[in-house]
Every structure is written in C-alpha cells, then in structure tokens.
C-alpha cells in the first residue's frame, strides 16, 4: 500500500515556476514507476510525465516537452515535478501516481494503483 501527498501548486504568470512535490509513504514506492497527471473540468484525466521506478527513464507528453522535469528520489521517498515557462493551458489540478502492478511506467490514468490527492496550479496570462 502507498499513500501519497502533493505540494507546491498555487499560481503564478505566464513564463513562471513552480516545483510540485509528492511524498509517498509505503514499502513498494522504491520499485514502482510513477507519473504526473493533470485534469481539468469536465476532461479526461492527462497524462503529464512519469519516470521509471529508478527515476532514470523519463517521459512526457508533447506539451510540456522541455519545460517540464520530473524526478524520483528514492532514499527520501519523493517525487518532483518541476515546471518552467508555465502557460495558462497548463492550468490544472495536478495528480501524482504510483503503478505497483506493472514494472514499466504508463501513459494511461488507468494503469496506476495510487494516487495524491491533487494540487491546483493556476496560471494567468
């Protein structure tokens, strides 16, 4: 079982910065992959990046190609998303996830077993 809670959403302009956290607590985060979702209002949950259960093995969806980073530190039992150049369509609530059941991280929403509870980050042009 793995219980996890983000951090650092809030808002900022068009151009920012803003680091998300994701502390996980439980014995099967050190060998899962993991992910970064977002969802807006009445869409279908999306898939931002996700990293391999060593943190190595990154990917992530066109849109946020080259200003996103997301990382896995497994001895502190965290994970970061961190996002430049922010642009209002990257308005969201940001979810992180944990895939257990597989040993390869995943594009779909579906595929993961635990989830944050989200973070709202905002951004205004």
């Known amino acids: 079982h793995v219980q996890l809670a983000e951090s650092g959403g809030g808002s900022v302009q068009a151009g920012g910065s803003l680091r998300l956290s994701c502390a996980a607590s439980?014995?099967?985060?050190?060998?899962?992959?993991v992910a970064w979702f977002r969802q807006v209002p009445g869409k279908e949950r999306e898939f931002v990046a996700a990293?391999?259960?060593?943190?190595?093995?990154?990917h992530y969806a066109a849109s946020v190609k080259g200003r996103f980073t997301v990382s896995k530190d497994n001895d502190k039992n965290m994970m970061t998303l961190q996002m430049n150049s922010l642009k209002p369509d990257d308005t969201a609530v940001y979810y992180c996830?944990?895939?257990?059941?597989?040993?390869?991280?995943?594009?779909?929403?579906?595929?993961?077993?635990?989830w944050g509870h989200g973070t709202q980050v905002t951004v205004s042009s």
């Open positions: 439980g014995d099967t985060f050190n060998t899962a992959p």
């Open positions: 996830a944990v895939r257990t059941s597989y040993s390869s991280p995943s594009y779909f929403y579906g595929d993961y077993d635990y």
């Open positions: 990293t391999s259960w060593r943190g190595g093995n990154t």
